[in-house]
Every structure is written in C-alpha cells, then in structure tokens.
C-alpha cells in the first residue's frame, strides 16, 4: 500500500483564530502561550519543534518529538500494526536500546546479517533469508551504521514487496536524514530525546509516548555540526599512519559524533577497554546470545574489528594529539 499524504486541516487559520480567541483574556491583560501551545497541539497543529523538524525533510512529512528512544521505538511499532509473539528483523550490530524497544513491543529480535561495507542491511540478501525466520514475520528494523545514511527509498520499496511495517533506527543519522517514505526514528542533536518522521502521517500520529521536553539542540547544530566536521578533518589526518580506517565520508560529506574506526585486527574489545582505561569514551559491539540470530558472518568480523569513539568537537590539538597517542598504544 502506497504511503497516505500528510494530513493537513483544511481551514488553518480560521481554526487557530477561534482557539487563540477562546484563550486570549481581557483586554490589555497579557496571553497565556503555554496554554495556548496546549490548546492548539491537543487540537492537532503541530509544535513549533515538530515544524522545525519537519522543514529539514525533502518532502512534506509528519513529524514528532518524543523523550525516551526505547519508548518511542515500542511505540512506533505498535502504531505500526505488530502483533506481539511476533518475529522483529534486527540487524545483528543493532544497538541495546533499539533491542529493548522491540522487546517492550512484545516482538522477538531475530539478527540477520549485515553487508560487510555498509554495515548495513543488505536487502537482496534480507530477500534470501525472510523464508528462515524463525516465526511470523511482523517488521523489519533497519539501522544506520553509527550516523551513516540508509537507503530510504529501498527501504520503501521493500516494504511494498514484502508487505511488512519498517522502521528505520537512524538514531546516530540526524545530519543525513531528509527522506522519510517509511517511519525513522532519529536521536535528536542535543543528545536527548528523539523524533519520528514519516511521508505518511497515520503511524506518526498513532504513537502514543511521552513528548519531548527541553533543549533539543536543533538552533545550535549549524555550529556543532562545523565543529565536529573540523575536529573529524584533523582527526583524519593524524591518524594518517594509524592503520585505523574511516567510514566513507564521515566528516566531509556527513557527520555524526560518533567515530566507528576499522581496526587492523580483531580484538575490538581489548582496544576498546585500553581506551576506557585512557580516559577515551569508547565501545565496541557485543552480542546478546540469548536472541534469535541467523548466520551473520560480516557482523561478527565487524564487531570484532570496530571500535567507536564518542567524539568532543571541543577538542583542541592538544587534545586531539593525545587521543590519537591513546588508540596507536591500544592498537598497537
């Protein structure tokens, strides 16, 4: 089934006249805008973030800002339509968080595996192994690999095959994330809270958590965003005789504050633990063997041999040099 268009009122600006009027006090006292910001998001209009986040899109979508990512991932899939004892297509380097989100849908994780230089679904080989599942299929998942873009249009596409809900976990991606044909959920650039955006407003409206409240970054990520895109630059080129690698394009054609960095070899987890013990805020993948998980050879050798760095766009070169001592010891 196609995506249904945004749903708009009809009449914008006779409705908000009659709301504001019923609000506005007597004459000369002054208006109360929080109760008028209450009054016209209980009647549907969106909210000042929700139109911020909304004008980023490349076309109209439906947007919401929610506080808690898992909350809003079990959510979501509800408003999607699961059936719970139901099987949720994961991909194997999913995080904790999103994990937990399809549990508290009532969904069982089945990991599949992952493309070995996107990190990402791949979807010819997601077609090979839907028949394998391990129980009724009743979504599909998808994440971008630590801020890197997913094909959302793929995604749509895929979903009109297969006829199954998709919500695409691009926590890590809100400087790539401008198509939305089925839902994303999204970490906003502050670091807390997330939102949801979707060409077709139905599920977005049907998600029923907690909003978002607070500084939700969106005026300040221009500067961040220049900030991290220079520290990523400098980054780079110390790094130059590292034997680490990069994710293509990270900190030149798109950014996020997390660093995945390709080791030589396979002891992720020891570098990881050698730069928690520097002073580095680092991580690598780790597997839940209790889950469902097909055969996923790529995101074993990806978990093994990548190890993300939580990156301060505040560093000086000062600092950025002794981040770089602290990975060639680990490394080394």
């Keep these: 089934m196609r995506p249904k268009p945004v749903a708009a009122p009809i009449d914008v600006f006779a409705d908000l006249a009659r709301e504001a009027r019923s609000l506005i006090r007597a004459s000369g006292l002054p208006i109360d805008f929080d109760a008028v910001s209450q009054a016209l998001a209980a009647a549907g209009h969106a909210s000042d973030l929700e139109r911020r986040l909304a004008a980023r899109f490349a076309r109209p979508v439906a947007a919401r800002a929610f506080a808690a990512r898992v909350e809003a991932t079990a959510a979501t899939l509800k408003a999607l339509g699961v059936r719970e004892g139901g099987v949720c297509v994961v991909s194997a380097l999913a995080d904790p968080e999103t994990l937990a989100g399809v549990a508290a849908a009532g969904l069982k ?21 839907l028949p394998e599942a391990p129980g009724p299929l009743e979504a599909i998942v998808p994440a971008a690999a630590h801020g890197r873009a997913p094909d959302m249009r793929a995604w749509a596409a895929f979903r009109d095959e297969t006829g199954l809900p998709i919500l695409v976990d691009a926590h890590g991606a809100f ?12 970490g906003l650039p502050s670091g807390q809270g997330v939102f949801l955006a979707c060409e077709d407003a139905t599920p977005v409206n049907a998600v029923e958590a907690a909003p978002f409240e607070g500084d939700d970054g969106l005026a300040a990520w221009p500067g961040l965003r220049q900030r ?52 580095v805020p680092a991580s690598c993948s780790v597997r839940d063997r209790t889950l469902f998980a097909d055969d996923t050879p790529n995101a074993n050798h990806l978990a093994a041999s990548t190890v993300v760095v939580a990156l301060d766009p505040n560093l000086d070169i000062e600092g950025l040099d002794r981040l770089c001592d602290a990975l060639r010891d680990a490394v080394g």
């Excluded at 990991?111 to 090979?128: I, Y």
């Excluded at 400087?175 to 999204?186: F, G």
């Excluded at 990523?232 to 394009?249: I, K, M």
């Design 109 to 129: 994780a089945w990991l599949v595996d992952v493309d070995p230089f996107s990190a990402m679904f791949d979807t010819d080989h997601l077609r090979e192994r």
């Design 175 to 186: 400087d790539v994330i401008i198509d939305a044909p089925v839902p994303v959920l999204v």
């Design 228 to 279: 991290l895109c220079g520290t990523a630059q400098q980054l780079r080129v110390l790094l130059l005789d590292s034997g680490v690698g990069f994710q293509p394009g990270w900190g030149m054609s798109w950014i996020s504050p997390l660093c995945a960095l390709s080791l030589p070899t396979d002891d992720a987890g020891a570098v990881a633990w050698k730069l928690q013990a520097a002073g």
